[in-house]
């Protein structure tokens, strides 16, 4: 009993003190950096190069081309996928649906699921998939595009070193990770898809970094 | 009289006991295929089915059409085994997509999993017997 009224002093000693010295959350920024020597005004200053998602340009489920400028001032969320996949992926669309529909009609928020297999995932039959799990195309899009392609644009830009570690068996393209871009295409956070607490992570991050914005 | 009587009452006695050991031989099996079966949905069915039976969206199908499951308990060994390729309508909605089969799972982990499955997410149908897999593996459609 008196153990108890300890930790309960302790607890609540705690959650005053995480009140106070609580800041905005400023996510971090993964990835390559590199510095960059730059003369402003005749003065020689130093400015951080961050590694960014490059160009890329997809069919969706409407049969609409989607590239970095269908993205342009938005954030958005991506993972690979394939429809016919009967073991991470149905955990990872409920999991993304939740967070879908905590940012549903958010016009600065979009969802992006590669398809790894392009052979079976026709644009007919992500087209399903998509009216099947009732999203709004506008909002969620399901990217049809050639099979090396999107390996490459996964592993080189997606999976970048810094997740290496995390790799799941199967290698890093079918690991379920869900990747947070921000406005500038940079990687600002990656979560399991298929881990629902981490997901909630995820939505929270995502708040996060919507108020980056509206600070600045 | 007295003898009678008391002679009586240790037969009744007896009786209930071997009865009540019965009933309870009944419900321990029940209770350690429920438990069994529980592992064996997480393993095997949770990433679609999701934790609640609840399935997801128009996808995959949820397990809490509880009419649906008791007019085919036939079926359900055969479904569980082999997957199903055509449509289904659960809760008067239809699902097109294919459901993987589970050749892995044998006929006792079958009974131990629709023990489970058919008496969770609101389904309340009792014990199902590996004798009742059996049976119902031989008439798949």
Same mark, same amino acid.
């Given at each position: &009993? ?12 705690? &959650?005053?003190? %995480?009140?106070?010295?609580? $800041? ?10 590199? +510095? ?8 020689? #200053? ?5 590694? #960014? ?40 669309? =409920? ?5 879908? !529909? ?10 992006? %699921? ?7 995932? =026709?644009? +007919? ?23 090396? $392609? ?6 080189? %830009?997606? &999976? ?7 790799? +799941? ?24 898809? $298929?881990?629902?607490? !981490?997901? %909630?992570? &995820? ?11 509206? #600070?600045? | ?11 009744? @006695? ?25 592992? *064996? ?46 449509? /289904? ?18 006929? /006792?982990? *079958? ?6 499955? @058919? ?10 017997? /590996? ?5 119902? *593996?031989?008439?798949?459609?």
């Amino acid at each position: &009993m008196k153990y108890f009224f300890k930790i309960c002093c302790l607890c609540a000693m705690g &959650m005053y003190l %995480s009140q106070c010295t609580s $800041t905005p959350k400023k996510l971090p920024i993964y990835g390559e950096r590199e +510095a960059v020597k730059k003369i402003i005004n005749g003065l020689e #200053t130093v400015d951080t190069v961050y590694q #960014t998602i490059p160009n890329f340009s997809f069919l969706n489920q409407d049969s609409i081309l989607i590239n970095s400028d269908s993205l342009k001032n938005k954030i958005y969320v991506a993972d690979f996928f394939f429809t016919s996949c009967p073991s991470i992926c149905p955990i990872m669309k =409920s999991q993304m649906l939740r967070a879908y !529909q905590k940012f549903k009609n958010n016009n600065e928020v979009k969802f992006l %699921s590669h398809t790894i297999d392009p052979k079976h995932d =026709s644009i +007919a039959v992500l087209k399903k998939f998509s009216d099947k799990l009732g999203v709004n195309p506008k909002q969620w899009y399901f990217l049809y595009g050639d099979k090396n $392609t999107v390996y490459n644009l996964a592993k080189n %830009s997606y &999976m970048s070193s810094t997740f290496e570690d995390r790799a +799941a068996p199967g290698g890093i393209v079918h690991s379920g990770y869900f990747i947070l871009v921000d406005k500038n295409k940079r990687i600002r956070g990656a979560y399991d898809g $298929t881990n629902e607490e !981490q997901v %909630s992570q &995820m939505i929270e991050d995502m708040q996060a970094l919507l108020n980056e914005y509206q #600070t600045k | 009289m007295r003898k009678n009587l008391v002679r009586f009452c240790f037969l009744a @006695t007896l009786i209930a006991l071997l009865f009540n050991a019965c009933v309870n031989e009944q419900s321990v099996k029940y209770t350690r295929y429920f438990t069994d079966g529980a592992q *064996l949905y997480t393993n095997n069915c949770q990433n679609c089915h999701s934790s609640k039976g609840e399935g997801l969206a128009q996808l995959i199908p949820p397990l809490t059409d509880t009419v649906f499951l008791r007019k085919n308990r036939t079926q359900l060994a055969c479904i569980v085994q082999y997957g199903l390729a055509d449509s /289904i309508t659960i809760h008067n909605k239809i699902y097109h997509f294919k459901m993987p089969s589970n050749q892995n799972l044998a006929p /006792i982990d *079958l009974a131990k999993l629709l023990t489970f499955v @058919t008496n969770s997410f609101g389904n309340q149908q009792g014990l199902y017997d /590996i004798a009742e897999v059996e049976n119902n *593996l031989k008439n798949c459609r």
